[in-house]
């Protein structure tokens, strides 16, 4: 992945042609920019015009372009439509131009690891995964979020000790609570008007007020923020706030499109204050919980989430690699060189 002004990009191949597209996990379509269409000359369908809502705002509505050919590594989308707005996310210091955002109905094919600290992000195909079956070394948070039709993971979280529902976009560069959500926190609309105070921008431009608010308390799970700030936008969203990149961009994150789950890894920091991969969390150094304005405040201890034992099978096949509740792991081709035979055992 591409990282630029908290933005993260992959390269995809549109109609043979390299671009860049916005990792979103939020976004239900994946989107192109009016001027990338342009460019590469894509018909539009004019049989339907469609309706995007960004930031609780909506668009005006526009013929989806048609991409003949999409390629994500080496899957293939053929006679992909796609809506278009004006302008996207800032470009990165790159000769490749922003071509748009990938979106939910191309992510959720696989399960999606998003290494934010390693810069990768890795397509899964899943089969029969049940339990905490991420691959990883070390402990890691484990959610069951609430998984829409959409595509989109909403995961509970409390500000304050209120309840919250809380979507994961990795298209936004700072988590954003809804002013309503806030009110409905015991901030008082004083408190807000003594907030210092900020511009926003939506995917298409649109500028929204952001309130920088600082909150008692905030909870994902079993982790619990003391005296956090957070934004507060003068907008509507469909959930109470945005979780965003300044929470997701020190962790591993893997979004298990194909059981609901949603699992989270720290990464950790070297003595000298650089970051460890989370993979080689074992060797020396610290624990980093959070990192930039969402973490910046220390904050109260907790342990990782658990799933109970009864939640497991004796195994889950992910791609061609199988965990056992043992954490023993085979790594071996599904079939012998000259299949299986009657009264063979499985490895």
Same mark, same amino acid.
């Given at each position: =992945?591409?990282e630029s002004?908290?933005?993260?990009? $992959?390269?995809v191949?549109?109609?043979?042609? #390299? ?9 239900? &379509? ?16 004019t049989?339907?015009?469609? *309706?995007?809502v960004?930031?609780?705002?909506? =668009? ?35 000769p490749?131009? $922003?071509?748009? $955002?990938l979106?939910? *109905? ?13 810069g990768?992000?890795?397509l ?25 039709k &959409? ?7 409390a ?12 298209? +936004?560069?700072?988590?954003?609570v809804? &002013?309503? +959500? ?6 008082d609309? +004083?408190?807000?008007?003594r ?10 431009? *649109? ?7 600082r ?6 799970g079993?982790?619990?923020?003391? *005296?956090?700030v ?12 945005l979780?965003?990149?300044?929470? =997701? ?8 499109y ?5 699992f989270? #890894?720290?990464?950790?920091l ?15 150094? &610290? ?7 969402? +973490?910046?405040?220390?904050?109260a ?7 109970? @034992?009864?939640? @497991?099978?004796e ?13 023993r ?6 079939m012998?060189?000259?299949?299986y ?7």
């Amino acid at each position: =992945m591409v990282e630029s002004r908290g933005h993260y990009f $992959v390269a995809v191949d549109i109609n043979d042609s #390299q671009r860049l597209l916005g990792v979103d996990t939020s976004a239900e &379509r994946t989107i192109l920019s009016a001027d990338t269409a342009d460019a590469l000359n894509l018909p539009a369908d004019t049989s339907k015009a469609e *309706n995007l809502v960004n930031v609780g705002e909506r =668009m005006k509505p526009v013929y989806p372009r048609v991409v003949a050919s999409l390629k994500l590594g080496p899957a293939e989308w053929s006679n992909l439509t796609v809506p278009t707005v004006e302008s996207l996310l800032p470009s990165p210091h790159t000769p490749t131009p $922003v071509a748009g $955002v990938l979106g939910a *109905n191309i992510l959720s094919r696989y399960d999606v690891e998003l290494d934010f600290p390693a810069g990768t992000m890795t397509l899964y195909s899943a089969q029969n995964c049940a339990g905490r079956f991420a691959p990883w070394h070390g402990d890691y948070q484990a959610y069951s979020p609430e998984y829409t039709k &959409r595509h989109r993971f909403i995961v509970s979280v409390a500000l304050n000790g209120h309840p919250m529902r809380a979507v994961l976009d990795t298209g +936004a560069t700072h988590s954003l609570v809804s &002013r309503a +959500a806030a009110l409905d926190a015991g901030v008082d609309e +004083a408190e807000l008007a003594r907030d210092r105070t900020v511009s926003g921008t939506g995917l298409n431009g *649109n500028s929204i007020g952001v309130h920088i608010h600082r909150f008692e308390q905030f909870r994902v799970g079993s982790r619990a923020y003391d *005296n956090i700030v957070l934004e507060v936008g003068d907008t509507q969203l469909s959930t109470d706030m945005l979780l965003g990149m300044d929470f =997701m961009k020190w962790r591993r994150v893997w979004l298990s499109y194909s059981t609901g789950w949603v699992f989270t #890894q720290l990464a950790s920091l070297r003595a000298d204050g650089g970051l460890v991969e989370p993979h080689s969390v074992s060797g020396p150094g &610290r624990a980093l919980d959070a990192g930039a304005e969402l +973490a910046a405040i220390p904050h109260a201890a907790s342990t990782p989430d658990a799933l109970p @034992l009864d939640r @497991l099978r004796e195994f889950s096949s992910h791609s061609h690699i199988t965990y056992y509740r043992s954490q023993r792991l085979i790594e071996a081709p599904r079939m012998p060189s000259g299949g299986y035979k009657p009264g063979d055992t499985f490895p």
